[in-house]
Every structure is written in C-alpha cells, then in structure tokens.
C-alpha cells in the first residue's frame, strides 16, 4: 500500500474554525476558498475526510467509532489538529456538538458508525433541527454494494434523518468527500443554521483518492437571503411609527445571527418593550429597563400580556411557536405583525405577516435602525411613553417570583436563584428539560448571548450534561453549569466519565425533586393530583441511585445540600473544584410549581399566577383591556380558568 503523501494534521494551513457567525468573519461558505490552497496528494477516503475537516478548522470531533466508520478512526489518531472526544453514548456525541456550536457560535461535529450508531444520533440532530443548531454529523455506513440487502448494522440513516436535517449525504465515491464536506459546513453555518448528515459508506473511505483543497462547492439551488428588502424595511418603519402599543417579540434567531449589539441599539433608539423567548434569553441583558422577560406558556405575566395587548408585534427571528402563543387564535388580536426571519418558510406559518421580511436579523435589525433614524429625523416618532408606563404596570405588580416552602426545604427557585447570582453572567447555563428548566430561564439573569443553552422546540431530556460537556470544550475558561433534574440526569449522566477522563470540568446542579416534576405538575392541575408513574425515588422513599455516590464513582467531586442556609457554601465550594467535575445533589421540595402558567391551549389572557389564582388587574387597567379585547373572544384575564383549562389542556396537548 503506498504511503500517504500527506498526513493529516502535518499541515500548517489551518484556517479559522468555520462560525455561523459574525457576518464579517469568514462564513463556512468562504472557509474553503480562503484556507491556503493544498496541491493534490494520493490519500484514502478517510484521510480526505480528516484532511478536509482539518481544513475546515475543526478543532473537536464527538464521537464513537464502529465497524463502518473504522477507516476514518485511524488516520484521526495522527492528527494533531482534531481532537477527538470519545463520549459513552452517540446521544451524548450529538448533544456535544450541539452544546459546543450554541456556545461558540461554531459548527459543531460528531461521528458515528453506521446502524445503531447513526440512529443513536437521531434525537440530538432532531434537537438540533428544532432549535437551529449548525452542527455537522458524520455517520460510517455499510459496503456500498451491500446497501439495501440489510446487512450488518446497516441503517438508512439518510431515509430516517431526512425530515430533521437541513441535508444531507450518502457518499459513495471517496473522490467527492472533500467536497461534500465543505459543503455541509456551508449549508450548516449558514442562513438559518441546522444540521447536515453526511453518510460515508466503507468502502468510500477505503478505497484511493486525490485530495485537494479548496473544492468547488456546487449549491446551484441554495442562496440563502440575507439582506432585507428596502421596501419591506420602510414599510416596517412606518408601522413602527405608527403604532401606540408596539412590542419586540425577540427569538433565538437573534442569537444565532450575533445581532444582540444591533438589537440593543434599536431597543434604545425606539425604547420599545421586548419580550425574549426561551431561546433568546440573553438576546437582550435581563437588566435592560424595557425587557419584559419571557413570554409563553411560563412567561411573565408582563411579557404574556404586552403580547396579548400589542397592537404591533415586531418579531425577530422567532417562529410564533404554540409554546408562545397559547391558543392561536385568541393570541394578539389587534396586533399587526412585522415578521422577519431567514427562513421564509416561518413567515406565516403561524400567524399573518403584515410585513413579511426575509433576511439575517443582523443585517434587518440594522437597516430598522437606519430606516426609524430618519423617520425620527423627518419628525415621524412613534410615541410609546403611555404603553411603557402601562408595561412597567404589569412588571412592577406581577413580577416572577415563588413562595418559599414553610417546611423549611430547599425550594428549586432558590438553588437557582442563588446559582444565577453567584456564579454570574460570564457562566454558560445548560439546563435539562423540564420545571428545573423553565426556573433555570426564569430565576437566572442572563446578561449576554450564548449564556443560556437548552432544549427549546425539542424538549430533549437528556440535552443538559452532554451539551454542557461539549460548551465546556468550547469555551474552556468560562464556568459551565449544567442544571438537570433527577430524571434528565439519569438519561445522559454517563457522559460524566467522558468528562472526567478528557479533563472538561463541568458542575452540575441537580434539582432533586425525587419526580419527573414537570409531568407531576400537569398530573396535580389536570389529573386530579393521580401521580402515574412520576416518582423517581431519587430522594423520597429511597434514594436510588444516590448521586453522590455515582458522582464519585466517576470520579467527580460529589456534594449534597438539603436546606436552604448551606446553598451558598456548597455552590462556592463547587466554584473552586476546577480539576474535575462536581455534581451538587439539591434535595429540594417536590411540591414546588412552575408559575405563570397559561395551560395548554388556552388563551394567554388566562394566564394564571397559582393554582386557580389569575392576576386581579386593576379597575383601570381592566377598562383598558375589556377595551382591548376581541368582540368574539369571551375570557376575561380577571377570571380563574379553573373550569375550562383543564379540558382544553387534556385535549389539546399531550403530556410534556
Ligand atoms: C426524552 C424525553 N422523554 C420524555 C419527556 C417528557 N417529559 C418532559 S419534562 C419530564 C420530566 C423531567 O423530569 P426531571 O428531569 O426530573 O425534571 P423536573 O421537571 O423534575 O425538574 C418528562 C418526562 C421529554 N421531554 N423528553
Ligand atoms: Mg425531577
């Protein structure tokens, strides 16, 4: 066999890491055309591949190697540019890539073998198509000549992923790779991110190539837009100016476009309210006087009913998911809607667009900038101070708090509360799913983008360990915090080994509420308090697995904390464990709730403070909303929907 004349990672030409963003750095489109050129060698398929991703920038691979992808295995061990993570569980691979791209804002990679390997996967590229994140999954894949005869291990995971991707590959020729590659890091990083799959059969990457760099992308039917449309743009303006109750209903679009900075001047320059979702917190700083927090089915009460009151929603980058906004036909009803997003395939979806834009948010939310400057400089300004003052109302009286237990335990918000106010705004928060998670978006100040990484259109169970471990690989000095519940954790904690081994020194607060506590809650509003199958016996009645115990047979530093006056000690202690991970096991009430509420499919004028608890408005108030209301639309935000939530919740939606 003759010897490659090029080894991966011998080379001195790296580029940057390919980024989905800022604009102005080189886009994973630019990556291969500004990487100094590599004159052609004879190499095998799979040391194209290792070629290529090095090319790329790739600094870090998750994975788990297997029969099909084997070849590509052995020339990773040469190279000095990828660091490959070897995790317990491709699960744990997938949500790595994904913790490491949401906190970079790089492309972020994983690896599998073919079969169990590659559908293992599935879920974190599934997540990772929900919540736009650009990650690039590489999968081995059977002998070509044995595809379609089920052969060993073999799965069509271009046929299951199809749905959950942005697109992706089944690469037969080991010619192609270099040039599918850098096509999948273009296709992930840029316009609306998401993941690519890239299936290499065996025989690919056995077999003899030439490799060469860059390759010729050939996208014919991919152009992403980016820049708005002037038109759309003025038209937008004159909305903006005309309005009386206009709200900036801010998604994770901002985020994954960079445009905090952008979205920050426009709040400034119009003093609009905004409200961030669950995948934008951040977007804006928590401390920011005009943001009312989160909206949706646990949002603020001012955030829910700035939306439900508006009557101009400018939303960026955010897709009007049900989540946000409850009953959908009840849900902003004199709202006109100024929607901009890169996907055009957003845009109405849901709800009508009166000014559709399609464009980046970066390059929206400036030219929004540009367009309002003058109108305020031809004297057409938008006068909101009587909306601000009626917003501010609704924060001052109905701020998100929770009553501490009398029992004298540890109530969930607390832990968080705490974490949050010690740990700061430079740490990255990763939360599981669940009320551990809505608390953790609730109880910490986020203060800056890439912060607050979770599991937002997915709702993956599981995301939160793996994720932290793959931002913590990403950004080594900043202090990575996963907050899990108890069942979450026991769905991916074996990544725990992963980080031991590989030195990546994650702390993990673990809500211990010793239930899956956010189902338990939908059982106590809407199934009469019958607890089917929630208890988890991690603290109540047993505590089984101790997670104490397990935190030390992985060799991280495990910790307990029950009661309320020991929070702070154990979280500082943990804050000074910097050579291994910690897991805290916060034993806390489990009868605690998550409120506001707006059960499912129901409207968000009956959002709820407590159980069967609405917020009493004001008398003045009140005029202004019955005002304000819908002449078909019969609740009242005054009346406890006490009767009517829990069928509509029971039919409208399943379990969380
Ligand atoms: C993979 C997966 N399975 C099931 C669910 C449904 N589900 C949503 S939240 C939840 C409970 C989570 O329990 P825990 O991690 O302890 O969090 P808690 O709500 O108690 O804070 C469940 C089972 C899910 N979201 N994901
Ligand atoms: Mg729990």
Same mark, same amino acid.
């Given at each position: 066999m003759q010897e490659p004349a090029v080894t991966p990672?011998?080379?001195?030409?790296?580029?940057?890491?390919?980024?989905?963003?800022?604009?102005?750095? %080189?886009?994973?489109?630019?990556?291969?055309?500004?990487? /100094?050129?590599?004159?052609?060698v004879e190499v095998t398929g799979a040391q194209s591949l290792v070629l290529a991703?090095?090319?790329?920038?790739?600094?870090?691979?998750?994975?788990?190697?297997?029969?099909?992808i084997l070849p590509a295995y052995d020339p990773l061990l040469d190279?000095?540019?990828?660091?490959?993570?070897?995790?317990?569980?491709?699960?744990?691979?997938?949500?790595?890539?994904?913790?490491?791209?949401?906190?970079?804002?790089?492309?972020?990679?994983?690896?599998?073998?073919?079969?169990?390997?590659?559908?293992?996967?599935? @879920?974190?590229?599934?997540?990772?198509?929900?919540?736009?994140?650009?990650?690039?999954?590489?999968?081995g894949?059977?002998?070509?000549?044995?595809?379609? @005869?089920?052969?060993?291990?073999?799965?069509?995971?271009?046929?299951?992923?199809?749905?959950?991707?942005?697109?992706?590959? !089944?690469v037969?020729n080991a010619d192609?790779i270099p040039?599918?590659?850098? =096509?999948?890091?273009?296709?992930?990083?840029?316009?609306?991110?998401?993941?690519?799959?890239?299936?290499i059969s065996k025989d690919a990457l056995q077999s003899r190539t030439t490799f060469?760099?860059?390759?010729?992308?050939?996208?014919?039917?991919?152009?992403?837009?980016?820049?708005?449309?002037?038109?759309?743009?003025? =038209?937008?303006?004159?909305?903006?100016?005309?309005?009386? /109750?206009?709200?900036?209903?801010?998604?994770?679009?901002?985020? *994954?476009?960079?445009?905090?900075?952008?979205?920050?001047?426009?709040?400034?320059? @119009?003093?609009?309210?905004?409200?961030?979702?669950?995948?934008?917190?951040?977007?804006?700083?928590?401390?920011?006087?005009?943001?009312?927090?989160? %909206?949706?089915?646990?949002?603020?009460?001012?955030?829910?009913?700035?939306?439900?009151?508006?009557?101009?929603?400018?939303?960026?980058?955010?897709?009007?998911?049900?989540?946000?906004?409850?009953?959908?036909?009840?849900?902003?009803?004199?709202?006109?809607?100024?929607?901009?997003?890169?996907?055009?395939?957003?845009?109405?979806?849901? *709800?009508?667009?009166?000014? %559709?834009?399609? $464009?980046?948010?970066?390059?929206?939310?400036?030219? !929004?900038?540009?367009?309002?400057?003058?109108?305020?400089?031809?004297?057409?300004?938008?006068?909101?101070?009587?909306?601000?003052?009626?917003?501010?109302?609704?924060?001052? @009286?109905?701020?998100?708090?929770?009553?501490?237990?009398?029992?004298?335990?540890?109530?969930?918000?607390?832990?968080?509360?705490?974490?949050?106010? !010690?740990?700061?705004?430079?740490?990255?928060?990763?939360?599981?799913?669940?009320?551990?998670?809505?608390?953790?978006?609730?109880?910490?100040?986020?203060?800056?983008?890439?912060?607050?990484?979770?599991?937002?259109?997915?709702?993956?169970? $599981?995301?939160?360990?793996?994720?932290?471990?793959?931002?913590?690989?990403?950004?080594?000095?900043?202090?990575?915090?996963?907050?899990? $519940?108890?069942?979450?954790?026991?769905?991916?904690?074996?990544? !725990?080994?992963?980080?031991?081994?590989?030195?990546?020194?994650? +702390?993990?607060?673990?809500?211990?509420?010793?239930?899956?506590?956010?189902?338990?809650?939908?059982?106590?509003?809407?199934?009469?308090? /019958?607890?089917?199958?929630?208890?988890?016996?991690?603290?109540?009645?047993?505590?089984?697995?101790?997670?104490?115990?397990?935190?030390?047979?992985?060799?991280?530093?495990?910790?307990?904390?029950? +009661?309320?006056?020991?929070?702070?000690?154990?979280?500082?202690?943990?804050? =000074?464990?910097?050579? *291994?991970?910690?897991?805290?096991?916060?034993?806390?009430?489990?009868?605690?709730?998550?409120?506001?509420?707006?059960?499912?499919?129901?409207?968000?004028?009956?959002?709820?403070?407590? +159980?069967?608890?609405?917020?009493?408005?004001?008398?003045? =108030?009140?005029?202004?909303?019955?005002?304000?209301?819908?002449?078909?639309?019969?609740?009242?935000?005054?009346?406890?929907?006490?009767?009517?939530?829990?069928?509509?919740?029971?039919?409208?939606?399943?379990?969380?």
């Open positions: 990672g011998s080379g001195d030409d790296v580029s940057d890491t390919p980024t989905a963003a800022p604009r102005s750095a %080189p886009s994973p489109a630019q990556m291969p055309q500004q990487s /100094r050129p590599k004159a052609p991703l090095e090319a790329m920038g790739v600094d870090t691979v998750f994975g788990i190697p297997g029969g099909a190279s000095v540019k990828v660091r490959h993570i070897l995790v317990r569980h491709e699960q744990g691979a997938g949500h790595a890539a994904e913790g490491y791209a949401s906190a970079t804002g790089k492309v972020g990679v994983c690896m599998a073998t073919s079969g169990p390997g590659a559908t293992n996967l599935v @879920t974190a590229i599934a997540d990772a198509y929900m919540d736009s994140v650009p990650i690039v999954a590489i999968t894949q059977v002998t070509s000549s044995s595809i379609g @005869t089920d052969a060993f291990q073999e799965a069509d995971i271009r046929g299951i992923t199809m749905p959950v991707t942005k697109h992706n590959y !089944l037969t192609d040039r599918i590659i850098a =096509e999948a890091f273009h296709i992930a990083g840029t316009g609306r991110p998401g993941p690519v799959l890239v299936d060469s760099w860059p390759p010729r992308i050939d996208l014919p039917g991919y152009h992403p837009v980016t820049r708005p449309h002037s038109k759309q743009i003025r =038209e937008a303006a004159r909305l903006i100016a005309e309005a009386e /109750r206009p709200i900036l209903y801010v998604g994770g679009g901002v985020i *994954r476009a960079h445009a905090s900075e952008e979205l920050r001047r426009f709040v400034d320059l @119009t003093r609009i309210p905004v409200v961030t979702t669950l995948m934008a917190r951040g977007a804006l700083p928590d401390s920011h006087p005009l943001h009312l927090g989160m %909206p949706g089915m646990h949002g603020s009460v001012a955030a829910v009913t700035g939306l439900q009151k508006s009557d101009l929603i400018i939303a960026l980058g955010a897709r009007f998911d049900d989540r946000v906004t409850g009953q959908l036909k009840s849900f902003a009803p004199d709202a006109l809607v100024i929607h901009a997003d890169i996907d055009p395939a957003e845009i109405g979806k849901n *709800r009508k667009a009166d000014v %559709p834009i399609v $464009g980046d948010c970066k390059a929206v939310i400036a030219d !929004l900038i540009d367009a309002v400057d003058a109108d305020i400089d031809a004297g057409h300004a938008g006068d909101y101070a009587e909306w601000r003052e009626r917003t501010s109302g609704w924060q001052t @009286t109905f701020p998100v708090g929770y009553t501490p237990p009398g029992d004298g335990s540890l109530a969930p918000q607390y832990v968080i509360e705490r974490l949050g106010a !010690l740990a700061g705004p430079d740490a990255i928060y990763v939360a599981g799913v669940g009320q551990h998670q809505m608390w953790a978006s609730q109880f910490v100040q986020y203060e800056r983008p890439n912060a607050w990484l979770n599991s937002g259109g997915l709702g993956t169970m $599981g995301y939160a360990i793996p994720a932290a471990m793959g931002a913590q690989v990403g950004e080594p000095d900043r202090q990575v915090w996963a907050i899990d $519940g108890d069942g979450c954790f026991q769905m991916t904690n074996q990544e !725990l080994a992963t980080c031991v081994i590989n030195d990546i020194p994650i +702390k993990v607060a673990l809500i211990n509420n010793s239930s899956l506590g956010m189902v338990r809650q939908w059982q106590s509003l809407f199934y009469n308090e /019958r607890y089917s199958n929630t208890d988890l016996h991690t603290s109540v009645g047993g505590r089984t697995p101790d997670f104490v115990k397990l935190a030390d047979a992985y060799g991280c530093v495990g910790l307990r904390c029950e +009661k309320p006056e020991d929070v702070d000690d154990v979280i500082r202690k943990a804050m =000074e464990i910097t050579d *291994r991970p910690v897991v805290i096991d916060f034993v806390v009430h489990r009868d605690a709730m998550v409120w506001p509420m707006v059960p499912a499919g129901v409207s968000n004028d009956d959002i709820l403070l407590a +159980k069967n608890t609405a917020p009493q408005w004001d008398r003045e =108030e009140s005029e202004a909303l019955e005002q304000a209301e819908d002449a078909d639309h019969s609740g009242s935000a005054a009346t406890a929907p006490e009767a009517t939530a829990p069928a509509a919740a029971a039919t409208s939606a399943g379990a969380e």
